[in-house]
């Protein structure tokens, strides 16, 4: 974003300079400034793809673990990754009154906050229903020690308004939800 608008401001200022100088420089100096801004767009759009055995071999020296395949229908390789889903359960204790259980919410999403800015979580939510699970999160970490000890860290569970059972649970890179 610095390259565009640095970009910008020198093609203004170019603008202001050809502006005192006949007109077939202007169009000239005008036409090769386009195309520097455009060259320089076009470099800052083009994102970097990386081929699944990079990503493989990176996830791989983070320590975490992955496996591969081939889909029969597409021919594409499908590299899968192992994430830890965190089941957020109705603890022992839910005595706490009104507002410390929403000050204790409100702790509770700045926890999920951060774990998102720091890549740890991916998606996280609570359920529909009353029943005893009352949410998940999907740790993006490479052991189930570390999920357990980044859920075990929410405001929650340190309150026991609510516990945590971990599971292994494997996705496929790059895929969303539908």
């Not at 791989?60 to 591969?68: H, I, P």
């Not at 609510?162 to 939800?177: D, T, V």
Request: charged share 30%; hydrophobic share 40%.
């Amino acid at each position: 974003m610095e390259i565009i608008k640095r970009t910008a401001s020198v093609f203004v200022l170019l603008l202001a300079f050809v502006a005192c100088k006949n007109e077939s420089k202007e169009t000239e100096v005008i036409s090769e400034s386009i195309e520097d801004v455009k060259d320089t767009i076009e470099v800052v759009k083009k994102p970097v793809v990386k081929t699944m055995q990079q990503i493989k071999e990176e996830l791989a020296v983070k320590g975490f673990k992955t496996f591969d395949y081939v889909d029969e229908k597409t021919q594409d390789t499908i590299l899968m990754q192992q994430y830890f889903m965190a089941f957020l359960k109705s603890g022992p204790i839910r005595s706490q009154n009104e507002e410390e259980a929403e000050l204790l919410q409100e702790a509770h999403l700045n926890h999920l906050g951060k774990m998102y800015e720091l890549g740890y979580a991916d998606i996280s939510g609570p359920f529909g229903d009353d029943g005893d699970i009352r949410g998940i999160t999907i740790y993006n970490v490479p052991t189930q020690k570390m999920a357990d000890s980044l859920a075990n860290a929410d405001p929650m569970v340190k309150a026991g308004r609510l516990i945590i059972e971990i599971h292994p649970w494997w996705a496929a890179k790059g895929f969303s939800l539908r």
